[in-house]
């Protein structure tokens, strides 16, 4: 997956979240992702994959490709250019039913988000803004966690 089209994805989901973030809150709302808190520098074995309007983006080669029962084709970590500090990550996916189990366990963990569409789901928080959504036409999706503070 190229990185504009993350970069892409990224940039049209945050200018949604910008000012409403600071008004809501959700349940267990995360504070990073996989032992990395929002603000955190590269980790070392980290791989370098581009670069893009502010972001850089870095992968783990041994990252575990799945949250619960729910599988990814990419996972990718993302980091400002200037100060290196890690503010979100981006996961893409395949097919409906991976989409469906996604909701489940974010649900369990988050509360109910706010329906943004048919398959669209937002939790905006004060520390985390979190987006799932899926095309039924390309039968992809995306699962997005950002910093609200950084």
């Known amino acids: 997956m190229k990185i504009t089209n993350i970069v892409a994805k990224f940039l049209c989901v945050g200018l949604i979240f910008i000012l409403p973030a600071m008004a809501f809150t959700f349940p267990n709302e995360p504070d990073g992702f996989r032992g990395l808190k929002w603000g955190d520098p590269i980790m070392e074995g980290m791989k370098y994959i581009g670069e893009e309007k502010g972001m850089l983006g870095y992968i783990r080669l041994d990252d575990k490709m799945q949250i619960g029962d729910a599988y990814f084709s990419y996972i990718v970590y993302l980091f400002d250019t200037y ?21 489940i366990i974010l649900e369990g963990r988050f509360g109910e988000g706010e329906k943004a569409g048919l398959y669209r789901i937002l939790w905006i928080g004060q520390k985390a803004t979190i987006n799932l959504d899926y095309d039924l036409a390309e039968e992809k999706g995306h699962l997005g966690i950002y910093s609200t503070v950084l």
């Open 83 to 103: 100060t290196k500090r890690f503010f979100g990550v981006n996961m893409g996916f395949e097919g409906e039913e991976n989409y469906d189990r996604l909701k």
